[in-house]
């Protein structure tokens, strides 16, 4: 049977799209269950032109029984179907809770043993200022703390991940597992956990700061004593999690962000969340990594959203730029996610600039020459989502002559679920995918759009933090048309994004 004819010129602006499956697609007790069902779906998927899902392989199920105790079997049997379904596999090393974050409709928590270490030591988990624990994940505090049966939280990590690849060996010898995101923080993403629900934060809330366990508390101890300033504590002007920032002393206009000792603190705190990213990644050699979208106050002087999670990001200063300078030592892509969101969908009052944020994050990476991928913040299944998505995959539109000016590594769409498969919005994410591949066929050759899935490579060597905070300096983002050159239409179209603005004003977080 021959195989598609392809605009070889066209498909260099190809662009793959992944889906990812729901959250418990193995279950809390390793289960794979409706295989029947899932099949079904994934063959849909495959005859709509998609190239691959995208799978959280969670921690709390895997190693549940015990440290080393590893149990592959269940995501080996998920493995397998999506293969028989001729689909590629994007797998997460989730080694975050899931639950209390959007979008979270189970609970899989991280290890019972590792739960026990914080019922005598709480101090593992990151805390606020009012001594508030988040058990979603450990906190970088102990990330060289041999305090679980010995080995420490990164000692942890990797072990993991070397297991996960002795035990899908064949799977990455296949070509089948592409790419592997490491889960770095909160909800997977390399932050803070500032703005948790499961203690009260509302959007747009500016959150707070999470720094308060005993290991962060001694480790900005000396590093105020070593810098000369013994006396400057942690901050106590930050607010609480629902205050806007001229309600805080820390973030008014005049505020604490402003003088030495609050440039200081930002810059520790920071820069422990670059090098948390930074030695995980040393384990992890290449990973498919991912940063949060946080919006909200983009467009106010302070950036109190981003702050409190650790992005220390200013009209002066480039939080961001940093964290791709340090990922291009380990070969590694920048994910960035709130891909469809638009300005105007935001309630004016939480001076959101998602697009903005968007045309900084990606064009920081592409600027220290790493690949970037995305994927939505929320689950939208309109046109106008999708026409954003494509703008921003190529932000200069396709190029009929061969490869876009810039072009995003791959996007992953959230999620696969019954209202995206209903007829009227698979078919119009059917025609989201074929525009997303400059309306050629599906290509299971990557190498065909210059896309190359080469062998796993070491880190280059460690790039100094004054080096990497050199990356601070703000530079022009690259210029995005105002819309696409590939939209796909639908009558709902306008509908679809009436509804999901609604919805981004009620319900978002």
Not at 368 to 391: C, F, M, P, S
Request: hydrophobic share 35%; proline share 6%.
């Amino acid at each position: 049977m021959q195989g598609p004819t392809y605009d070889e010129k066209l498909l260099q602006n190809y662009v793959p799209v992944f889906v990812m499956l729901p959250l418990d697609v193995v279950t809390l007790d390793n289960v794979f269950p409706n295989q029947d069902t899932l099949e079904q779906q994934l063959k849909k998927l495959r005859a709509a032109g998609v190239d691959g899902v995208m799978v959280d392989v969670w921690w709390g199920i895997v190693e549940a029984k015990g440290p080393l105790q590893y149990d592959w079997s269940a995501y080996r049997s998920l493995f397998k179907l999506i293969q028989q379904c001729d689909l590629k596999v994007q797998a997460i090393m989730s080694f975050h809770q899931c639950g209390g974050n959007v979008g979270d409709a189970v609970y899989i928590p991280i290890p019972q043993w590792v739960r026990d270490v914080g019922e005598t030591n709480p101090d593992i988990f990151y805390t606020n200022r009012e001594g508030n624990r988040n058990p979603e994940y450990l906190t970088l505090g102990v990330d060289r703390q041999p305090l679980f049966s010995g080995r420490t939280a990164i000692q942890i990590y990797s072990d993991f991940m070397k297991s996960f690849r002795e035990s899908m060996s064949d799977y990455f010898e296949a070509g089948q597992i592409i790419d592997i995101e490491v889960g770095l923080g909160a909800a997977g993403k390399l932050r803070y956990p500032s703005y948790p629900e499961t203690q009260g934060w509302v959007f747009p809330g500016i959150g707070e700061f999470q720094c308060f366990d005993k290991y962060l508390i001694a480790d900005f101890k000396e590093a105020v004593t070593n810098a000369g300033h013994p006396e400057w504590e942690l901050p106590d002007d930050g607010g609480q999690y629902n205050d806007t920032p001229d309600r805080t002393g820390f973030f008014k206009s005049d505020g604490t962000y402003l003088t030495e000792k609050g440039k200081f603190f930002l810059t520790w705190y920071s820069n422990k969340l670059l090098i948390h990213g930074d030695e995980i990644l040393e384990e992890a050699n290449k990973a498919f990594w991912a940063v949060s979208g946080i919006h909200w106050w983009y467009k106010d002087d302070n950036h109190a959203a981003e702050l409190t999670a650790g992005y220390y990001n200013l009209k002066d200063r480039d939080g961001y730029r940093p964290i791709a300078r340090m990922l291009s030592r380990h070969n590694a892509i920048l994910n960035f996610t709130c891909l469809e969101m638009r300005d105007w969908e935001q309630p004016a009052i939480a001076k959101s600039g998602p697009q903005e944020l968007v045309q900084q994050v990606l064009s920081d990476g592409w600027k220290e020459n790493i690949e970037v991928a995305g994927e939505n913040a929320l689950a939208r299944t309109d046109a106008n989502a999708y026409n954003q998505i494509l703008l921003n995959a190529r932000p200069n539109g396709a190029n009929r002559n061969g490869p876009p000016k810039l072009r995003m590594f791959g996007v992953t769409i959230l999620r696969l679920s019954d209202e995206l498969l209903q007829e009227y919005n698979f078919k119009l994410f059917e025609s989201f995918v074929k525009k997303m591949h400059a309306d050629q066929e599906y290509c299971p050759d990557p190498s065909r759009y210059s896309h190359e899935i080469g062998p796993l490579e070491p880190s280059k060597p460690k790039i100094p933090i004054e080096v990497l905070l050199e990356a601070t300096k703000p530079i022009e983002p690259f210029p995005w048309d105002k819309e696409t050159d590939m939209k796909v239409d639908g009558v709902a179209g306008l509908v679809g994004g009436l509804i999901n603005f609604i919805k981004s004003v009620l319900f978002f977080k």
